[in-house]
């Protein structure tokens, strides 16, 4: 890596399953100095014993600079933001002290991002969408020119605060939101790579996006609200076929926005399969009593669909249950 473009000064906002595990194998590289904006439990976890990341093979054990005052860390090469998608409002006034001028901010999240029309779109450029930034106050303090857009492939858990546990997948798809391959986002790649990910860079982040979205926003939801494990969920032919259904849905909006899916849901089901019995990332959070990620995976999906004049009456039923689920356990606002 061309040293000027050397990526030293590293924080993770949201150091829960996912923005711990990419920390902690961050923190192995040359030169690498980690600290994580934290609050809470797990602050204080972090301050007592640093960030532990469980694996099959190995286990690392990360000393991080820690703190809930970004002005603290200061302006950083690289800023991870893995929050949940409903505390990307609340700490995105907060870590503007992390962004120096060429600092990259790398979006680690599921669902619809705040940037997705920036610098694409067609018809829909730089649209905000009202579900996801109605008032824009998250883009105004989380720049564009600062955005590298993610597609994580893994599935990892906490423990506890500050131990995450790594079940399986080490895939990152990254790439600029317009789609250019810049010395900064090789800079990235390279930097991702050597920690050890199966980093691929994407000519169209968006579409990486949006595949993934494809499985989550139907998958999701209904295991949130049925409290049944994915076997179970694709295991049942009605079900199955609702969920084929919202999926054409979001296929075809794919295809008016300019990222077409090449596969059919049966498609899709097969691979969710094969991954086994496990409780998707919405069931977990419902259990834990965490505000669920209903907005970015299916509110967005839904608005864009209305932008483009495309009905969809089964993405309709879905949200309406999944939210109206939800609300009953506080866990989604009135």
Not at 80 to 86: D, G, T
Not at 152 to 166: D, K, L, M, R
Not at 273 to 287: I, P
Request: with cysteine; hydrophobic share 45%.
């Amino acid at each position: 890596m061309n040293e000027k473009m050397r990526i030293q000064r590293i924080c993770i906002v949201g150091a829960g399953s996912i923005g711990g595990w990419i920390g902690a194998r961050l923190s192995r590289c040359a030169g690498a100095h980690l600290s994580v904006f934290a609050r809470g439990e797990t602050l204080a976890a972090l301050q007592r014993d640093g960030l532990q990341l469980l694996m099959k093979d190995a286990q690392i054990q990360a000393e991080v600079k820690v703190s809930n005052d970004a002005a603290e860390l200061g302006e950083q090469d690289l800023v991870i933001l893995a929050v949940k998608a409903p505390a990307v409002r609340e700490v995105a006034a907060q870590i503007t002290p992390l962004l120096g001028k060429d600092t990259m901010l790398l979006s680690a999240m599921n669902g619809v991002p705040w940037w997705f029309f920036d610098g694409f779109g067609g018809a829909l450029a730089n649209r905000r969408l009202q579900s996801i930034d109605a008032d824009g106050l998250i883009a105004q303090h989380l720049k564009a020119q600062h955005i590298i857009g993610s597609v994580v492939h893994a599935s990892c858990a906490t423990n506890s605060p500050g131990v995450i546990q790594h079940n399986f997948g080490n895939g990152l798809i990254i790439g600029e939101p317009s789609g250019q391959d810049t010395p900064r986002v090789q800079a990235l790649l390279a930097l991702l790579k050597e920690a050890g990910f199966d980093a691929t860079l994407s000519p169209q982040i968006q579409k990486d996006i949006w595949y993934k979205l494809w499985g989550n926003m139907t998958v999701n939801p209904v295991s949130a609200i049925t409290g049944a494990t994915t076997d179970k969920v694709l295991g049942d032919d009605l079900l199955r076929g609702f969920i084929s259904a919202v999926m054409l849905e979001a296929k075809a909006i794919g295809e008016k926005i300019g990222i077409p899916i090449a596969q059919q849901p049966e498609d899709r089901h097969q691979v969710t399969l094969k991954l086994g019995a496990f409780k998707t990332s919405m069931l977990q959070d419902v259990e834990a009593g965490r505000a669920v990620e209903l907005d970015a995976l299916v509110s967005a999906g839904r608005e864009i669909g209305q932008l483009c004049n495309i009905a969809t009456p089964y993405t309709d039923a879905l949200l309406g249950l999944a939210r109206v689920h939800a609300r009953q356990h506080q866990l989604y606002p009135e």
